[in-house]
């Protein structure tokens, strides 16, 4: 069964700091990757995903990810971090040889102090 | 392009009571998602439609929950009766669809449920 790990539940960097949010997958397939962003009191908003090709997928508000298949991760990260960047992230995996499910890490909080 | 719509967005009711969520997809979307987010979790996904089939209602607690997409465009989702642990985020989301593809899932903002 597909399922994708947040080891961390919450992320404190400070402004201007490089970040990074983990994340491990498990399927029994290739991945599809995705990368998630909740406001407070808001859905999820899509960061970025990663489907074929490079490795390194660049996404919205500076953010990248880089997969690594033989470590079965998918780190979100982001050179100089912003306060406005503070909240919380999610990763999720969808297996292509399955069917369209798509599973959701547990999610990381992410504070960024001024 | 208008995103998922979403409806209401607040509701508390009290236990034993029904609720009603309703959903409009991005336009063209075949699959349409249920989520439920609870306070502190990641979503887990409810019942997954494609066009106005059910892929995936495998953790839908159908004693008490219910959902439809007739036209294979709208959703309803309902809960009747309601507990107080279903107090939660229901989220609607819509992607292509196409099974297996990876097609990005987009999301409403949600319909935020107090069951007191």
């Known amino acids: 069964a597909q399922s994708v790990a947040q080891p961390e539940d919450q992320v404190n960097v400070a402004e201007g700091n490089p970040l990074t949010v983990k994340c491990t997958y498990s399927?029994?397939?290739?991945?599809?990757l995705f990368w998630y962003v909740q406001y407070p009191n808001r859905g999820l908003q899509f960061l970025l995903k990663?489907?074929?090709?490079?490795?390194l997928v660049k996404g919205s508000y500076g953010f990248e990810a880089e997969f690594n298949k033989s470590q079965t991760s998918f780190h979100l990260k982001k050179p100089s971090a912003l306060v406005s960047d503070s909240a919380l992230y999610f990763c999720a995996v969808r297996d292509r040889s399955r069917d369209d499910k798509i599973i959701f890490g547990k999610g990381t909080r992410l504070h960024i102090l001024p | 392009e208008a995103g998922v719509a979403q409806s209401p967005r607040y509701k508390i009711i009290e236990k034993r009571q029904s609720v009603a969520f309703w959903c409009n997809p991005i336009s063209g979307h075949a699959t349409l998602y249920w989520y439920q987010q609870i306070l502190g979790q990641g979503p887990k996904l409810l019942i997954q439609?494609?066009?106005?089939?059910?892929?995936?209602d495998s953790q839908l607690p159908k004693d008490r929950f219910s959902a439809e997409r007739l036209k294979g465009v709208d959703s309803t989702l309902k809960i009747q009766p309601a507990k107080l642990e279903d107090s939660a985020v229901y989220l609607c989301?819509?992607?292509?669809?196409?099974?297996?593809?990876?097609?990005?899932?987009?999301f409403g903002e949600g319909s935020w449920l107090t069951v007191v």
């Open positions: 989301a819509s992607s292509p669809g196409g099974l297996g593809s990876g097609n990005t899932i987009y």
């Open positions: 439609f494609q066009n106005n089939g059910v892929v995936d």
């Open positions: 399927v029994s397939g290739n991945p599809y």
């Open positions: 990663y489907i074929t090709g490079d490795n």
